[in-house]
T-cell receptor, first 121, second 116 residues
Framework: EAQVTQNPRYLITVTGKKLTVTCSQN?????MSWYRQDPGLGLRQIYY???????DKGDVPEGYKVSRKEKRNFPLILESPSPNQTSLYFC????????????????????FGSGTRLTVV | AQSVTQLGSHVSVSEGALVLLRCNYS??????LFWYVQYPNQGLQLLLK??????LVKGINGFEAEFKKSETSFHLTKPSAHMSDAAEYFC??????????????FGRGTQLTVWP
């Protein structure tokens, strides 16, 4: 089954304790991204990656790191979590150039993970 | 700058009534448009998308949306609401130009309540 897998689903941690949220996709997608969802603010992009070893900041990157050493994995790292990073996090992946597959732009679409609810106390 | 605006953070309708959720975008380039639904304590599910071709797009669960370039809008509709439609709905837009290539921008969401 084509999917994006995030772990853990729920995490409670203390301020300053480094943590990693994992994200893995099995669709051979070039593009991966992390979002955080906060009430009334919708989803905001943290970081994205257009391919292996290619990452860039989204709209709210402060306090986060990412890496893309393999095509399928895109972990989100919080080196020193703070309470304002308490949020619901989603990983997503997509074909970056759908035309290559012959499907044209009809293949434009993003598959989301089930989310990680993080609480920092 | 590109942006996505959903008018109305909360919409309430009676069961059987028309559902209309509004989405406008600002962009200087043709966008790709998406509607996602999020049920309580769940992830995001794609309802429908517009990329090219027919501007009236049909999605799952009886929803449809029409891309109106002149109005820069992509409003979501359903002729008859069902209790199971109660959820949060997000409009999202992809602008494939320059620094925004591949990026998906979301509106702030509209919470739909359906009354019996």
């Amino acid at each position: 089954e084509a999917q994006v897998t995030q772990n853990p689903r729920y995490l409670i941690t203390v301020t300053g304790k480094k943590l990693t949220v994992t994200c893995s996709q099995n669709m051979n997608h070039e593009y991966m991204s992390w979002y955080r969802q906060d009430p009334g603010l919708g989803l905001r992009q943290i970081y994205y990656s257009m391919n292996v070893e290619v990452t860039d900041k989204g709209d709210v990157p402060e306090g986060y790191k990412v890496s893309r050493k393999e095509k399928r994995n895109f972990p989100l790292i919080l080196e020193s979590p703070s309470p304002n990073q308490t949020s619901l996090y989603f990983c997503a992946s997509s074909l970056f150039f759908p035309a290559k597959t012959g499907g044209g732009t009809s293949n434009y679409g993003y598959t989301f993970g089930s989310g990680t609810r993080l609480t920092v106390v | 700058a590109q942006s996505v605006t959903q008018l109305g953070s909360h919409v309430s309708v009676s069961e059987g009534a028309l559902v209309l959720l509004r989405c406008n975008y600002s962009s200087s380039v043709p966008p790709y448009l998406f509607w996602y639904v999020q049920y309580p304590n769940q992830g995001l599910q794609l309802l429908l998308k517009y990329t090219t071709g027919a501007t009236l797009v049909k999605g799952i669960n009886g929803f449809e949306a029409e891309f109106k370039k002149s109005e820069t809008s992509f409003h979501l509709t359903k002729p008859s609401a069902h209790m199971s439609d109660a959820a949060e709905y997000f409009c999202a837009v992809r602008f494939d130009r320059g620094s925004t290539l591949g990026r998906l921008y979301f509106g702030r969401g509209t919470q739909l309540t359906v009354w019996p």
